[in-house]
């Protein structure tokens, strides 16, 4: 077999550095090019309206105001680059302010000195493999950071299963996903959880841009990033999807800010005015601190639950200990909320989680076991809806724990007798009756059996 001569082989080196180049090059003028077509979004800013169509905007045909360079989300393309998490200055935003820095400093914090912790600046939201058992699951962190990912892990998953159209609903669709289906339904994931909190009116979203609009000051602590906010009013839900799908690299990029974004999109959605009035005496402020991170308070899982910074879990208002009036979960929503904890009291009526987070629209539950977050969810649109089918029936369970490659499968029964429960539970585990999981779920089922259809459960 006749060697390629050394001149034939620089030859092809070369040409495949040639060819790198210019794809680079090309690169380089697309995002050149993507800046200036996003330029001028359908956005406004906080104090400005207009009822013609401003300069980002042209008719589609429809007559209706179209963001340019938003018509359709871009298809997948050959030789693409990751868009940059820093954007232009020059991308038609409204920057922020001291005023607002620092109010939004005291929403999350009750304070303007305190700033994030490692742990928070570093999170993103990031899924595992396409094409996997877990191409679905988004990779979660620890402490306040996984809480909101599991809260937006919910909703990616009723986004697949019973919103996205044209698709296959079941468990096995979930794990079929593409890289391309990753990026549009986080999109449409966060499109929607900003839309609910902006009371289905308008969302904000924020970015972070090459300039600095705020300095920081003796009663304001700065932190990098906060200081360099654009925030960017989007009037409708579809240009909402398609504005965060073209700027998903600020969600999704590795040292983006991705989750705090995400949160300080939340806040600016619902507004101040509207947590003012949401929050009570229990809770002034969304973060807790804990072992040198910050934990959410509930008032944030309910708001990306439910569309409301509702601080409490039972249904309405209730009296405290001292008769002050406390703000409790006034409708049921998409995604509902499940709680256990082996040092909860069942006296305890505040800490009981209502029917309206138990008993959600669509079965998706984020839980809350012993202060960890996990999803528990099934694919069955009418389980809450047709007391037949919640006789016996699958759900699927997870807890984003780095051991778990895939889902956890459990068969529900909700009208086995109670002696094949105990006798079904002991022989799987001898001297240990139940799991955290279980209990969570018979929160909701109270007399429920569970099968773990051969998996190891976990205490």
């Known amino acids: 077999v006749m060697e390629p001569s050394d001149e034939a082989q620089n030859s092809q080196g070369l040409d495949l550095e040639e060819i790198t180049r210019k794809i680079l090059f090309l690169d380089k003028w697309r995002e050149i090019f993507s800046y200036h077509r996003l330029g001028t979004n359908?956005?406004?800013?906080?104090?400005?309206?207009?009822?013609?169509?401003?300069?980002?905007?042209?008719?589609?045909?429809?007559?209706?105001?179209?963001?340019?360079?938003q018509g359709r989300l871009p298809s997948s393309s050959l030789c693409s680059v990751p868009k940059p998490s820093i954007i232009s200055s020059k991308s038609g935003g409204f920057p922020v302010s001291l005023a607002m820095a620092t109010k939004l400093r005291q929403t999350l914090f009750g304070n303007t000195i305190q700033v994030f912790s490692s742990d928070?600046?570093?999170?993103y939201?990031?899924?595992?493999e396409p094409f996997s058992d877990l191409a679905f699951a988004l990779q979660v962190g620890k402490g306040g950071v996984r809480t909101i990912q599991m809260a937006v892990q919910g909703s990616i998953i009723k986004y697949l299963l019973f919103t996205r159209k044209g698709k296959d609903c079941n468990f096995f669709s979930l794990c079929r996903i593409s890289k391309y289906d990753q990026d549009h339904t986080l999109a449409a994931a966060l499109a929607g959880i900003l839309w609910a909190a902006g009371a289905a009116q308008k969302a904000t979203i924020c970015l972070i841009t090459e300039d600095t609009y705020v300095t920081p000051t003796p009663g304001y602590s700065g932190d990098g990033f906060s200081e360099r906010l654009q925030l960017f009013e989007l009037s409708d839900k579809e240009t909402t999807e398609k504005f965060i799908y073209d700027h998903l690299q600020c969600f999704k990029g590795e040292g983006c800010h991705g989750v705090i974004l995400f949160l300080y999109s939340l806040i600016f959605s619902r507004t101040f005015e509207r947590l003012?009035?949401?929050?009570?005496?229990?809770?002034?402020?969304l973060l807790q601190p804990n072992a040198g991170g910050f934990l959410c308070r509930q008032a944030v899982?309910?708001?990306?639950?439910?569309?409301r910074a509702s601080p409490h879990i039972f249904n309405g208002c209730q009296k405290g200990k001292s008769q002050e009036i406390l703000h409790g979960v006034l409708t049921r929503s998409d995604i509902g909320y499940l709680q256990w904890g082996k040092d909860t009291s069942e006296d305890d009526r505040l800490s009981q989680v209502g029917s309206m987070l138990k008993t959600p629209k669509l079965p998706v539950w984020l839980c809350n076991i012993n202060g960890n977050y996990s999803v528990l969810f099934s694919t069955n649109r009418q389980l809450l809806s047709d007391w037949k089918v919640e006789r016996l029936f699958d759900l699927y369970f997870y807890s984003g724990q780095p051991a778990q490659n895939k889902p956890v499968h459990l068969t529900i029964d909700t009208h086995s007798h109670h002696w094949e429960r105990v006798q079904h539970e002991d022989a799987d585990r001898p001297g240990r009756r139940f799991s955290p999981l279980e209990m969570v779920i018979r929160t909701k089922w109270r007399d429920a059996t569970i099968n773990w259809n051969g998996s190891v459960p976990f205490f």
């Not at 359908?42 to 980002?56: F, K, L, V, Y």
Request: glycine residues 12%; charged residues 25%.
């Open 120 to 123: 928070w600046t570093r999170a």
């Open 125 to 128: 939201f990031q899924f595992h």
């Open 301 to 307: 899982l309910n708001l990306i639950l439910t569309g």
């Open 42 to 69: 359908n956005t406004t800013s906080q104090n400005h309206e207009d009822d013609g169509i401003s300069a980002g905007e042209t008719e589609d045909g429809t007559g209706r105001p179209q963001p340019r360079g």
């Open 276 to 285: 003012q009035k949401e929050l009570d005496v229990s809770t002034t402020h």
